[in-house]
């Protein structure tokens, strides 16, 4: 019987210490509940597969059953996701963390507009934060958060800012700073403004003081004042 899709209680390690364990257990909710233990996820985000199964001692001290468990997605994202949910827990919001097919960790609740904060700073800084979390644990895709449709609204802003900078630069013939940005934020700046004409766009700074300067074609740093 196959489920959607440690080591010996029984157990043993797959064929991908990181993606793949297989234990020998008496029910497919054991198994998951020890995978999720193991990677840290949600048991939700376990997909089981049963390999084997043993009926030699059923009713007595019941079957065993070989199961398979996978995470349905990277486990860097669903430790994020995970983590996510332990931070929502303690601000005591109504907020469950979904992940998206893109890889988007999506807030989704009555209380998902207020994780966005002022600016979507709260938001910035939860998403900082578990990045941080996730570098210190050697982990590997990046961590995205989104709530209540916020980084497509802040997308459709920073495009409409990114046209009036290159406009300002354009006519003053000098440099625009931009306020710091996260390096999604950034990327979208300098994806508006790469074919436009007469103007480039550089990243300056460290995080998380990283912002886009928009600059004349050609200008080097020393011809203007920093502000």
Do not use: C
């Not at 995205?144 to 406009?167: F, I, P, V």
């Amino acid at each position: 019987m196959n489920e959607e899709t440690p080591f010996e209680r029984g157990g043993e390690r797959g064929v991908n210490d990181t993606e793949v364990l297989v234990f020998d257990v008496q029910t497919m909710e054991e198994a998951r509940l020890d995978a999720a233990e193991a990677w840290g996820v949600d048991p939700s985000d376990v997909s089981l597969t049963t390999l084997e199964e043993d009926k030699r001692f059923f009713g007595f001290l019941g079957k065993k059953l070989r199961v398979e468990a996978r995470p349905v997605a990277p486990l860097s994202l669903l430790r994020g996701k995970s983590l996510a949910k332990e931070l929502i827990a303690l601000m005591d919001l109504h907020i469950s963390p979904e992940l998206d097919e893109s890889h988007m960790i999506n807030l989704v609740g009555d209380d998902a507009g207020i994780i966005i904060g002022k600016y979507g700073e709260t938001l910035k800084a939860m998403e900082f934060l578990l990045n941080l979390m996730a570098r210190q644990a050697d982990e590997g895709e990046r961590i995205r958060l989104d709530s209540d449709g916020y980084r497509e609204r802040r997308e459709e802003s920073l495009r409409r800012l990114a046209l009036s900078a290159a406009r300002e630069t354009s006519r003053r013939r000098r440099p625009t700073y931009l306020e710091p940005m996260t390096s999604w934020e950034r990327r979208i700046i300098h994806m508006t403004l790469q074919d436009r004409e007469g103007i480039e766009t550089r990243s300056m700074g460290e995080a998380p003081y990283r912002r886009v300067v928009v600059w004349p074609t050609g200008a080097s740093e020393r011809e203007y004042d920093r502000r």
